[in-house]
């Protein structure tokens, strides 16, 4: 079965740090990868999404980039933190039509 | 363009109670529309789907139908449990788009 981890699970940082967020997929090949951030605990907005190793669309600009080294690695990076930086950043992955989500890492910029 | 709307929250409910948190959609074709469930603390879990005209999806007892004519996927359960508060949100594909369209989300809280 497949299996999403990302890491860490929490994160605080102070603004103008950089940052580094992993994401993993385990057990299927070649997926689709996504970056979300969710603000104030409701609504999903799509960062970034890869269908393969070195291709990234970007969806909203701002001072997040992504990666994608490995087939089943997604990486969310930044070189300066803002306070707006602040939120719940989850990956997801599909295949077909519905995407799965990991568990999530709560970042917190002071 | 595709859109997904869905009844603003919060909704809160009494244990036992029925719920329906109600899904409207625009899109071109036929999408494939999403229930997800997010608890608290927690990334998205898929809870339902449905693929085409009047498919039912289901799972845990929640249920949705897919319906053409009034463009609608409304989540619906018979019996709400405390274990079921959490933000629930609705999706689309929508042909080769590799993008799922987001609902808001409505926050579901039970109290016993």
Redesign the interface.
């Known amino acids: 079965s497949q299996t999403i981890h990302q890491w860490p699970a929490t994160l605080v940082q102070p603004v103008g740090s950089p940052l580094s967020l992993e994401c993993t997929v385990e057990g299927t090949s070649n997926p689709n990868l996504y970056w979300y951030r969710q603000a104030a605990g409701r609504g999903l907005q799509l960062l970034f999404y890869s269908v393969g190793i070195g291709q990234i669309s970007s969806e909203v600009p701002q001072n997040l980039s992504a990666s994608r080294p490995q087939d089943r690695q997604f990486i969310l990076s930044s070189k300066k933190l803002l306070l707006s930086d602040s939120g719940f950043y989850l990956c997801a992955w599909s295949r077909q039509a519905e995407q799965y989500f990991g568990p999530g890492t709560r970042l917190t910029v002071t | 363009g595709n859109s997904v709307t869905q009844m603003e929250g919060p909704v809160t409910l009494s244990e036992e109670a029925f719920l329906t948190i109600n899904c409207t959609y625009t899109a071109t074709g036929y999408p494939?529309l999403?229930w997800?469930v997010q608890y608290p603390?927690?990334?998205?879990?898929?809870l339902l789907?449905a693929?085409k005209a009047d498919d039912k999806g289901s799972n845990k007892g929640f249920e949705a139908t897919y319906r053409k004519e009034t463009t609608s996927f409304h989540l619906e359960k018979g019996s709400v449990q405390v274990s079921d508060s959490a933000?629930y949100?609705c999706a689309l594909?929508s042909g080769n788009n590799?993008?799922?369209i987001?609902g808001?989300?409505t926050?579901l809280a039970v109290n016993p």
Do not use: A, D
């Open positions: 494939s999403f997800y603390g927690e990334g998205l879990q898929l789907k693929t933000v949100f594909k590799r993008k799922l987001w808001l989300g926050s």
